[in-house]
């Protein structure tokens, strides 16, 4: 009934027909005190289909922004704002300062903060348009220092874990029976590791079984396990350093993990100048001393599988001779809609997992990757899990999601809109590359119109999708770079 509703996929709602100027202010800081003076730049740049331009005196005056006073400069007659607003967001009181604008686009200018002005966010409106803000607050230069030192081993299965606190005067000495606290809660971990950029690392095992879900639960990247995992509470320990300024903590009862986690440290005290200052520190736990990662060509594939497995240390080394199992497994989405009171509807969706088979075992070379072809034992939408063992028979795992597209319908989980996502084979493309996509639609076939814009519309297409083989095709022209979005 609302039509294609643009806030249901993340695209910016700006209307950019009334004026396509626009004003950004970079600030010499950001957080100030009464009394100090914040210095500001300015730059006006004109939205174009190549990206930004300088305003010039061809362009037209803007329309139907009455927000946006001009002058007219003296070097090439192009309207500027003249005037911008120093706005805070409390009380709206508002500051007017004047803009002198150069053949560049650029502005100086300069406030001095009054000792009696209000606490709290500026913003700086230019032409009806926030340019950017600041803060005015209170605070005071603190007089100590503290330092949470985590464990220098990798912490692989661990049952507690000991770290080292330091407090000192920054005029020298240690801060001797000061009174701490520790606080410590365990948090989802993103393992990343530079030279093996592409792959997924430490996904954790799959779970066969059936799962009752919502469109609003399920995720493709396992985000929904990692934000069950952080409902965590906190834990805090009390205690008093010793007299040289230090403590050694140790947190205990740590749980046992199937993948990696991230604890979280944060140490307060309480600093001489009467505020509480804290100082923290992350220590990742890992389940194994190996971590097995999973890197697909696309996942979006017709009837083959070919990936990457790469095994590593936790310092990110290779690890070769790791012996490797990886298994296919299969996730298959229903979806049902039920009739409520009064004549709505509602979706129910299930997903059920089931093992299929092996796809492939080996051991790894000597960059720490084994190389996987094969052909796709079933249709829709696949799950390959990588699992390995350590020394000490710890075991490491990671899985992920291919989609192989078939001569059955694909299905996917439904709700009670019209909402459609397209999702890119992969994050990036070069010009020249074909690049491909998913439509995920309620509907079993439709007329799609495809456009590629940047700041407007650079070409249309219009395709024939079926559920048989929901994707699509758009050529990247060279003209496309830096950006564009579908």
């Given at each position: 009934?609302?039509?294609?509703e643009?806030?249901r996929f993340?695209?910016?709602?700006?209307?950019?027909d009334?004026?396509?100027?626009f004003?950004?202010?970079?600030f010499?800081r950001?957080?100030?005190?009464a009394?100090?003076?914040?210095?500001?730049?300015h730059?006006?740049r004109?939205?174009v289909?190549?990206?930004?331009?300088?305003?010039?005196?061809a362009?037209p005056?803007?329309?139907?922004v009455?927000?946006?006073?001009?002058?007219?400069?003296?070097?090439?007659?192009?309207?500027?704002?003249?005037?911008g607003w120093?706005?805070?967001?409390?009380?709206?009181d508002?500051?007017?300062?004047?803009?002198a604008?150069?053949?560049?686009?650029?502005?100086?200018?300069?406030?001095?903060?009054?000792?009696e002005?209000k606490?709290?966010?500026?913003?700086v409106i230019?032409?009806?348009?926030v340019?950017?803000?600041f803060?005015?607050?209170?605070?005071?230069?603190?007089?100590m220092?503290?330092v949470?030192?985590?464990?220098?081993?990798a912490?692989?299965?661990?049952?507690?874990i000991t770290l080292?606190?330091?407090?000192?005067?920054?005029?020298?000495?240690?801060?001797g029976?000061?009174?701490?606290?520790?606080?410590t809660?365990l948090?989802p971990?993103?393992i990343?590791?530079?030279?093996?950029e592409?792959?997924?690392?430490?996904?954790?095992d799959?779970?066969?079984?059936v799962?009752?879900?919502?469109v609003?639960?399920?995720?493709e990247?396992g985000?929904?396990?990692?934000?069950?995992?952080a409902?965590?509470?906190?834990r805090?320990?009390?205690?008093?350093?010793d007299r040289?300024?230090g403590?050694?903590?140790?947190?205990p009862?740590?749980?046992?993990l199937?993948?990696p986690?991230?604890?979280?440290?944060?140490?307060?005290?309480?600093?001489?100048?009467?505020?509480?200052l804290?100082?923290?520190?992350?220590?990742?736990?890992?389940p194994?001393?190996?971590?097995?990662?999973?890197?697909?060509d696309?996942?979006?594939?017709?009837?083959?599988?070919?990936?990457?497995?790469?095994?590593?240390?936790v310092k990110?080394?290779?690890a070769?001779?790791?012996?490797?199992?990886?298994?296919?497994f299969?996730?298959?989405?229903y979806a049902?809609?039920r009739?409520?009171?009064g004549?709505?509807?509602?979706?129910?969706?299930?997903?059920?997992?089931?093992?299929?088979?092996?796809?492939?075992?080996?051991a790894?070379?000597?960059?720490g990757?084994l190389?996987?072809?094969?052909k796709?034992?079933?249709?829709?939408?696949?799950?390959?899990?990588a699992?390995?063992?350590?020394?000490?028979?710890?075991?490491s795992?990671?899985?992920s999601?291919?989609?192989?597209?078939g001569?059955?319908?694909?299905?996917?989980?439904?709700?009670?809109?019209?909402?459609?996502?397209?999702?890119?084979?992969?994050?990036?493309?070069?010009?020249g590359?074909?690049?491909?996509?998913?439509?995920?639609?309620?509907?079993r076939a439709?007329?799609?119109l495809?456009?590629?814009e940047r700041?407007?519309i650079?070409d249309?297409?219009?395709r024939?999708?079926?559920?048989?083989?929901?994707t699509?095709t758009?050529?990247?022209?060279a003209?496309?770079?830096?950006n564009?979005?579908?």
């Amino acid at each position: 009934q609302n039509g294609i509703e643009p806030w249901r996929f993340h695209l910016n709602t700006e209307s950019l027909d009334k004026d396509s100027r626009f004003v950004a202010t970079v600030f010499d800081r950001t957080l100030l005190r009464a009394g100090e003076t914040v210095h500001m730049k300015h730059f006006l740049r004109r939205r174009v289909g190549a990206g930004l331009a300088l305003v010039k005196a061809a362009d037209p005056a803007p329309r139907n922004v009455p927000s946006w006073p001009v002058q007219e400069a003296a070097a090439d007659k192009a309207p500027r704002p003249s005037q911008g607003w120093l706005v805070h967001q409390g009380s709206g009181d508002k500051t007017a300062f004047a803009l002198a604008w150069d053949a560049a686009g650029q502005s100086h200018g300069q406030w001095s903060i009054p000792l009696e002005a209000k606490l709290g966010q500026y913003d700086v409106i230019i032409g009806g348009q926030v340019a950017g803000s600041f803060r005015v607050e209170q605070f005071r230069v603190p007089t100590m220092k503290a330092v949470l030192k985590a464990p220098v081993e990798a912490a692989v299965a661990p049952r507690s874990i000991t770290l080292d606190a330091q407090v000192n005067y920054l005029s020298g000495g240690p801060a001797g029976l000061a009174p701490v606290k520790l606080r410590t809660v365990l948090e989802p971990a993103a393992i990343q590791f530079g030279d093996y950029e592409g792959f997924a690392f430490a996904g954790g095992d799959v779970k066969e079984g059936v799962k009752q879900e919502s469109v609003q639960e399920e995720d493709e990247d396992g985000e929904g396990e990692a934000s069950a995992d952080a409902g965590e509470p906190a834990r805090t320990q009390s205690l008093a350093l010793d007299r040289a300024g230090g403590a050694r903590i140790t947190v205990p009862d740590l749980p046992q993990l199937e993948r990696p986690r991230s604890l979280l440290a944060e140490l307060s005290y309480q600093d001489a100048n009467g505020e509480t200052l804290t100082a923290s520190n992350r220590v990742t736990l890992w389940p194994a001393r190996l971590v097995v990662g999973i890197k697909q060509d696309n996942w979006i594939s017709k009837d083959s599988l070919k990936f990457q497995v790469a095994v590593l240390d936790v310092k990110g080394k290779p690890a070769p001779g790791a012996q490797v199992e990886v298994d296919v497994f299969q996730r298959l989405h229903y979806a049902h809609r039920r009739r409520l009171v009064g004549g709505f509807y509602a979706y129910e969706n299930s997903s059920e997992i089931k093992r299929i088979g092996a796809a492939c075992a080996g051991a790894t070379d000597a960059r720490g990757l084994l190389l996987c072809e094969l052909k796709a034992p079933a249709e829709g939408n696949l799950i390959l899990r990588a699992r390995t063992r350590d020394a000490e028979g710890r075991a490491s795992a990671t899985h992920s999601d291919v989609w192989i597209a078939g001569r059955r319908d694909s299905w996917f989980a439904a709700s009670d809109n019209d909402r459609i996502d397209l999702l890119p084979v992969k994050p990036r493309f070069e010009p020249g590359e074909n690049a491909s996509f998913q439509l995920r639609m309620p509907f079993r076939a439709a007329t799609v119109l495809v456009t590629v814009e940047r700041e407007g519309i650079l070409d249309t297409f219009v395709r024939r999708i079926s559920a048989e083989d929901p994707t699509i095709t758009v050529p990247m022209k060279a003209s496309y770079a830096p950006n564009v979005f579908v």
